[in-house]
């Protein structure tokens, strides 16, 4: 499967620890994203990668949160001391650049996140 | 008010209908446009992408009117397996989701 992979699939923390995720893009992509989602909304952008540079950040990604691409492949994402507010699937999706066209990303299965 | 806006729905067609879903965006910025789809507790699925000279994928229509800012997907002859929530797209490297509308097709 050469698709977007995401581990764990589900994580169930309690509040206060901290825990982090790994995100595997499609091997030729560049560009990598972090989005979160929760119950009957559209996925919210965080954060993304364009190899190992971090582009933009979103004001949704407080100081708790932390996101890697140190190589310019697989991608972390860290959360610090965990909220029950930060139960969410986290998604996220690689695209490639320069293809011409509308630059289309495709998404992992996410990481579920419960908090307790 | 949120960048992209879709009505929640549900739709409920029964299976041959044909079903029209709009939304529109704010941040007139916005150079990329797309359909997605989303299962019950899956990743969202690109359906299509979408262009101010409309395009068609099947049984799928997709047109953007950038004037107005109005994104909108048709699907004729629906099928059960098209019951899903179809979440409308606009970005610019981000992308930017609308909550997502829910279609249910019964038999």
């Known amino acids: 499967d050469t698709g977007v992979s995401q581990n764990p699939r589900h994580k169930i923390t309690k509040r206060g620890q901290n825990v982090t995720f790994r995100c595997d893009p499609i091997s030729e992509h560049n560009r990598l994203y972090w989005y979160r989602q929760t119950l009957g909304q559209g996925p919210e952008f965080l954060t993304y990668?364009?190899?190992?540079?971090?582009?933009?950040k979103s004001r949704l990604l407080s100081d708790r949160f932390s996101a890697e691409r140190p190589k310019g492949s697989f991608s972390t994402l860290e959360i610090q001391r965990t909220e029950q507010g930060d139960s969410a699937m986290y998604l996220c999706a690689s695209s490639s650049t320069g293809t011409g066209g509308q630059e289309t990303q495709y998404f992992g299965p996410g990481t579920r996140l419960l908090v307790l | 008010r949120k960048e992209v806006e879709q009505d929640p729905g549900p739709f409920n067609v029964p299976e041959g209908a044909t079903v029209a879903f709009n939304c529109t965006y704010s941040n007139s910025a916005s150079q990329s446009f797309f359909w997605y789809r989303q299962d019950c507790r899956k990743e969202p699925k690109l359906l299509m992408s979408?262009?101010?000279s409309g395009n068609e994928d099947g049984r799928f229509t997709a047109q953007l009117n950038r004037a107005s800012q109005y994104i909108s997907l048709l699907i004729r002859d629906s099928k059960l397996s098209d019951s899903a929530t179809y979440l409308c797209v606009a970005g610019y490297n981000k992308l930017i989701f609308g909550a997502g509308t829910r279609l249910a097709v019964h038999p």
């Open positions: 979408v262009y101010s």
């Open positions: 990668f364009q190899n190992e540079a971090q582009l933009e």
